[in-house]
């Protein structure tokens, strides 16, 4: 069994069903102590695998925050595929239509389709459907079905995500849920197709919540787990979990503990690289999560150029970028 620095975890089959197993029997590697007490290795850049790049371009972000969001079909395909040239191995997008499942994959694929066509290694994946009765997640499935997509997603956990007022002090907003039985769902939906979720952490109960499907043998084969630290602006305006310091990854790598499942630093409202974190990130063997959706800096860059600021910390710390066929090989998706 192998971790981020080196390659994907081990399989093993429960009722037909491949998930990564709770017991690590990778040999120990020099360690050094983190803020918490608990020892976990740093890697040298000959120690660890290619760092995956994993760009999330537009969200729910506007041509009036960034006039270089993607919105249209031709945008989002157009955008994609800048900043897979750029280094990124996955995309995240979300689409504009909300509903009915099948109108919510058709328009995904209008705007994958053309990536496909140039880049049929492209690690693609789409954000929940919002419907009157709730989250739903059919929209995976159908794409999943395609044979496509690839990756998948499961936010396991709820937060408050909002703004702020006059006063600084936190108000309107959402209370953005996933309840126990949901993540089941998305859980057991990413097994039985196949596909490797890309777990948000908002808060260390998320990541809770993940170790227990870990430590029970249930966690999807090919899943990868991204630690979100808010700044002040967050995601909305107000920040939410841990700040984006050395100390709060080292919380989140402290919960992790002996888990081999690959890893990636996020840091919402701004940016791992202009956040100073994404090298200590590489060197504790991570991967790294930017992108217009997240992007909360006063200036307006392209998802490309973001990703290249990624990439160039990599060539300086002699640390491949995985491409997106190593990126597959190291979560170990299963339909790659």
Known sequence: MSDSRSGSPSAESVDGVETVPPVSTSAPKPAQRVGFG??????????????IIEAAINGNRTKEHNPNVPRSHEELATD????????????????????????????YLAGWLPVFAERPDALLYPTANFT??????????LLAETGLMKVSLCDPGSTNLGGVDADGIPNAGIVYSNSYDSIRIQMEQASADRVGPSLAIYEPAFMRTTMLYWKAGKLPVGTMIKFYLSTD????????????????????LEMLGDCPVPWALSVVGGDPVEAGLAEYA?????????????YGGDRQPTNAELTRNAAEVCERMGVAVATCDEAAAILGLPRA
């Open 282 to 294: 590489i060197e504790r063997g991570g991967h790294l999560h930017l992108g217009l959706e997240f």
């Open 233 to 252: 602006r967050g995601y909305m305006g107000a920040p939410f979990g841990l700040p984006p310091t050395r100390l709060a990854l080292d919380a989140y």
């Open 38 to 51: 608990r020892f976990r290795p740093t890697v040298t850049a000959m120690e660890r695998g290619p760092v």
């Open 80 to 107: 994609t595929l800048e900043t897979l040239a750029a280094g990124a191995s996955i995309i995240h997008n979300h689409g504009a239509v909300f509903g009915d499942p099948r109108e919510v994959a058709e328009d």
């Open 132 to 141: 009157n009765g709730g989250l739903d997640f059919e929209h995976l499935h």
